[in-house]
């Protein structure tokens, strides 16, 4: 009975249910633009004039790290952290850099492949630093400028060369200086050290040796007319006896008024002397031998005779 009763007072079939009232939502101006008020605005055409609205499906957006506009998905290089990050992405299509602030393209940039550098279809061998050190790779380093500073490398001019005829030192006029004096029989001597010619003049005199004061020592005695002779080979001055000596021999001064009587020897000479005078000294009373034919002569060269006969006088 009480089942009845429910259903025909509140049989859902037949109760007539109110519809919930509510104020219609409009768009409205709202400090001069449209207030959807949180509400979407669908059934939307695209747009197609500059002052139209756009669609989802004609708008970019983001979504997390993905740019869409309707369904389909792009990728751009974005800026982070004041740099533009390519996402590890060639970048192509990129004309020529041409003012100093664009960006260059491959053809433009030299980069390295394997052992060689490339720019373009051009290929470059490069003095590359290897090991805190500039390789050479055997090859020769040209069109250098001469060192000026300890710290600067040098050219083949400003230091000494083995030549390949005498393996000899070649130093090409150049002078080797701050070298230490020589001690060994092998080192070098410096300047103070050698004997020296003395500089070109104005009035070019004809220049000396300059042997600063010191001795010249284990010299051999010279043999030519412009060799240097040793002690032995000269006559030396005695000042305490007023004498020379020359060897074992000792030599008297001469009052000058006797210098005709200086003789001098002279192996070419007939008797073996010259005078000062450069005369042949002969003396009078002395016989000679001629070396032609090995017959005594006298002074005037006159051939000695057997008394009573014409027979020359040889020398046996």
């Not at 756009?54 to 708008?59: G, M, R």
Request: charged content about 30%.
């Amino acid at each position: 009975m009480f089942i009845d009763k429910f259903y025909r007072v509140y049989n859902p079939y037949t109760k007539q249910v109110e519809g919930r009232s509510h104020e219609p939502v409009n768009l409205s101006i709202n400090n001069g633009s449209w207030d959807a008020k949180n509400l979407k605005i669908n059934n939307v055409g695209e747009g197609e004039k500059l002052n139209d609205v756009s669609t989802l499906s004609q708008t970019l957006t983001r979504k997390n790290n993905v740019f869409m506009q309707g369904n389909d998905k792009f990728e751009f290089i974005e800026l982070e952290n004041n740099k533009w990050n390519a996402r590890k992405r060639k970048i192509c299509n990129v004309d020529k850099a041409k003012s100093l602030d664009e960006v260059p393209v491959l053809e433009q940039v030299l980069i390295k492949k394997g052992d060689d550098f490339i720019q373009g279809n051009d290929k470059y061998n490069l003095l590359e630093l290897k090991n805190n050190q500039w390789d050479c790779k055997k090859k020769k380093l040209s069109n250098l400028e001469p060192a000026t500073e300890f710290n600067q490398a040098v050219t083949l001019k400003q230091v000494p060369r083995i030549d390949h005829v005498g393996h000899n030192y070649s130093f090409r006029g150049g002078r080797l200086i701050d070298v230490n004096p020589g001690k060994e029989d092998s080192d070098v001597v410096v300047f103070e050290q050698s004997i020296t010619l003395e500089p070109p003049n104005l009035n070019f005199a004809p220049r000396n040796f300059n042997a600063k004061n010191k001795k010249i020592i284990n010299l051999l005695p010279g043999e030519n007319i412009n060799d240097a002779v040793t002690v032995n080979q000269i006559f030396k001055y005695d000042e305490k006896n007023k004498q020379f000596l020359y060897k074992n021999k000792i030599f008297k001064l001469m009052d000058a008024n006797d210098y005709q009587n200086i003789l001098i020897a002279d192996p070419s000479s007939f008797s073996g002397f010259r005078k000062l005078s450069g005369e042949e000294f002969i003396h009078k009373n002395h016989v000679f031998k001629n070396e032609s034919d090995g017959a005594l002569v006298n002074s005037k060269l006159e051939y000695f005779t057997c008394v009573g006969s014409n027979e020359r006088v040889y020398d046996k």
